[in-house]
């Protein structure tokens, strides 16, 4: 098995795989769904348990905070109410007292004067007794008294109707508006009290305060309780991570493992800080405004609650029109993410072919299919909203006749139908975010199975209690009867025996998924073997602690791994502690150090994450160097040279055969010219040693061996 070959086929899986995370909960959009939905939930709730006490501040912050946003559009009509009623008893007292002073008026000049507004002669005796009682009565405007004023009103509203019909005599309003003028007068004394509005006003001011202070208080405390849960989440898999066995990660892409660990877990603190606070106060806005409207009047309630079978309606149908557009635009974006990838990594293949035309028109093709499911899926999705609007504005219509009706007729107040209105068009908007909420949080808990599932993998077979740690091991290792397997019925190493002596070189040649890199992962026991037993002096590995054991092996790969660092910690991390001299040496060694003094900064040159500001050759100097400072008992090179030129090669195959002197090395070639000198040289083929013995004796036996060199080299006289 090659380790090259497996990194490749990842590679080209991850490319196909698709990028866990993210909500994907808005209306229309392909909702990821869990296997095992309430179980996730659950588990994911048990992760909350210790932040109970701050949820539950979240809770009660939350509910005060939306009350005093529910509450004020009632407060707000009240303050509406009082002008109102100011406004018509201040002009009912108005129209009142006009009609008194006009009485008066005409009262005074004499008979027959042409001038007189209405002639006395014309009224019989008990519309004359009435005027006279209307004109006895003190002005309206001047009564100090509320009551009193109301009284006198009604008193001659009631004479009035004694009085036959004529210019002023009588007020222009109907039955429900005096009834209506007559109470606001009592409750208002006949004047706009801006005084009592303006205390509506403040009050109302100081509602938002307190609303918007417990809205801030409410989202700080869940901040933290959505990053406190998260930090444990990512240290729980964090600290799971180093105890999986190698075959976890060999059976996984790179990416699928990161994206668990950074989309599906930020997915997790987005819905823990935004949509549960969101979806709490969603849920006390419905319950508020129901009540609310409920107290201004039941009837008009039923009709705001008969317009939510359309919005399920309008929304349900929507959903289903537009998920297969979503579903094909992700599905064609993933294409044309891949396409554009594999065309600018591999650009200079594709030039080289002359490949670019076909290239160009794949990508129109996938660019076309996206353009057309894209668009349409925004468009239905669009409609959404203007749907919901005219819903809303149908329930608005009917709420403002109704409500208009009714004002008309003293049934309900302005004020009263104006919060009611209020509340009505808002009362839609916490239902489609409790709506995108259940799908965000459908989705947040498939992310979270994902995350569970890392959690719940089994773990590498925990080491004996007896473990021991080779305070000085000789680097001896005997191989008897070893059998191995990937899977169960497809069996790879079988009876496998080697008995390599402290301070042997080791060369395993074989063609790829010979068992090469697996023998090698098999003695650090990155993989538990089938049966048989490996010892490193004459101790099972089993009875070696698992870290102590690793330590043993020095290892230089193909493929080179830095991390973003300087080169000085790069090479520093072969051994903690080493000296800065110990670290130049290794340099020197491995042939590095003339090239790391030549760069701008030297030893402290920062490598960034790729390692691309040096050469790859230069990589692997580095990765030798740092095996070097490591001085391990056991080597293991898996084509340490294979990206070096072929000076550096030399030099390097110089300080490697130092570097071996008295250290067992396993020496993992595919070019051969690399290990004629080793001691021993191993042939395998299908998880079998076929062949054994040192570079002369193998092609003196003509077989495997010499055929697969000599097809190296032939044409070239180098055998």
């Avoid at 209307?134 to 008193?155: H, W, Y």
């Avoid at 997915?267 to 508020?288: F, H, K, N, P, R």
């Avoid at 040192?694 to 000599?710: E, P």
Wanted: a neutral charge.
């Amino acid at each position: 098995m090659s380790g090259q070959n497996n990194e490749k086929a990842a590679r080209a899986q991850q490319k196909r795989e698709p990028v866990h995370g993210g909500p994907g909960g808005a209306i229309g959009r392909p909702v990821e769904k869990a296997k095992n939905f309430k179980r996730t939930l659950k588990r994911l709730i048990g992760y909350l348990k210790p932040q109970r006490i701050n949820l539950t501040v979240v809770l009660i912050f939350a509910v005060i905070g939306m009350t005093f946003t529910i509450v004020a559009p009632k407060i707000s009509g009240d303050a509406m109410n009082k002008l109102k009623d100011g406004v018509v008893a201040k002009m009912a007292v108005q129209q009142l007292t006009d009609v008194q002073k006009k009485l008066r008026e005409g009262a005074q000049k004499p008979e027959g004067d042409p001038a007189q507004d209405f002639p006395l002669e014309q009224y019989d005796s008990k519309a004359l007794e009435a005027i006279k009682e209307v004109m006895n009565l003190p002005l309206i405007g001047e009564i100090s008294d509320a009551d009193e004023k109301a009284d006198a009103a009604e008193k001659i509203i009631n004479l009035q109707k004694s009085i036959p019909s004529g210019e002023g005599q009588k007020m222009s309003m109907s039955d429900e508006q005096i009834q209506d003028a007559l109470r606001c007068i009592r409750e208002t004394g006949g004047r706009v009290d801006f005084d009592a509005i303006a205390q509506i006003l403040i009050m109302l001011l100081g509602f938002y305060v307190l609303s918007s202070s417990f809205t801030f208080i409410m989202q700080f405390v869940m901040a933290g309780v959505a990053h406190k849960t998260v930090y444990r989440m990512r240290k729980d898999v964090d600290d799971k991570l180093p105890k999986l066995p190698l075959k976890y990660f060999d059976s996984r892409t790179h990416g699928e493992i990161l994206s668990r660990m950074t989309n599906d877990i930020d997915t997790i603190s987005q819905t823990l800080q935004q949509s549960l606070t969101q979806l709490i106060t969603s849920i006390v806005q419905i319950a508020g405004y129901i009540v609310m409207m409920l107290t201004i009047s039941p009837v008009l309630t039923l009709i705001v609650m008969a317009t939510l079978p359309l919005y399920i309606f309008a929304t349900a149908f929507v959903a289903k029109k537009s998920q297969k557009h979503f579903a094909a635009q992700q599905k064609e974006l993933g294409e044309l993410s891949g396409h554009v990838e594999e065309m600018y990594g591999g650009h200079k293949v594709v030039k080289v072919f002359g490949h670019e035309e076909k290239s160009i028109e794949k990508f129109s093709a996938i660019n076309d299919k996206l353009y057309d499911s894209g668009w349409k899926a925004q468009f239905i999705s669009g409609v959404m909203f203007p749907l919901m609007n005219f819903v809303s504005n149908v329930g608005y219509v009917l709420i403002s006749i109704v409500g208009g009706i009714w004002v008309t007729k003293n049934r309900l107040n302005l004020g009263d139908i104006t919060a009611f209105i209020q509340y009505s068009r808002s009362f839609t908007m916490p239902i489609v975010q409790t709506a995108n909420i259940a799908n965000i949080i459908q989705s947040t808990v498939a992310c979270a199975e994902r995350v569970f599932e890392i959690l719940d993998e089994q773990e590498e077979a925990p080491d004996n209690s007896d473990a021991r740690v080779l305070e000085f091991p000789k680097g001896e290792v005997v191989i008897q009867n070893l059998d191995f397997r990937y899977k169960e019925d497809v069996p790879l190493i079988e009876n496998m025996n080697l008995h390599v002596r402290s301070g042997e070189t080791i060369a395993i040649v074989g063609p790829t998924g010979a068992g090469k890199t697996t023998l090698v992962n098999l003695l650090m026991r990155f993989y538990e073997i089938r049966g048989g037993r490996i010892s490193i002096d004459g101790i099972d590995i089993v009875d070696i602690k698992r870290n102590a054991l690793r330590k043993i092996f020095g290892m230089v790969l193909q493929d080179t791994w830095l991390f973003n660092g300087t080169i000085r910690e790069n090479i520093a991390y072969g051994r903690e502690g080493a000296s800065e001299q110990e670290i130049f040496q290794a340099a020197k060694a491995a042939h590095a150090d003339h090239f790391i003094r030549t760069l701008p900064d030297g030893y402290d040159t920062i490598l960034n994450e790729e390692g691309t500001n040096i050469s790859q050759g230069q990589k692997q100097l580095l990765t030798i160097a740092r095996a070097i400072l490591a001085n391990p008992a056991i080597l293991i090179l898996d084509e340490a040279t294979s990206s070096v030129d072929t000076r550096t090669e030399l030099l390097i195959q110089k300080a490697m055969a130092n570097l071996m002197k008295g250290r067992t090395s396993f020496v993992i070639a595919h070019r051969l010219s690399t290990i004629r000198d080793a001691e021993v040289i191993l042939v395998m083929n299908n998880g079998k040693i076929i062949e054994q013995g040192s570079h002369k004796d193998l092609l003196s036996k003509g077989g495997f061996y010499s055929d697969l060199y000599n097809s190296q080299f032939t044409g070239a006289n180098l055998a």
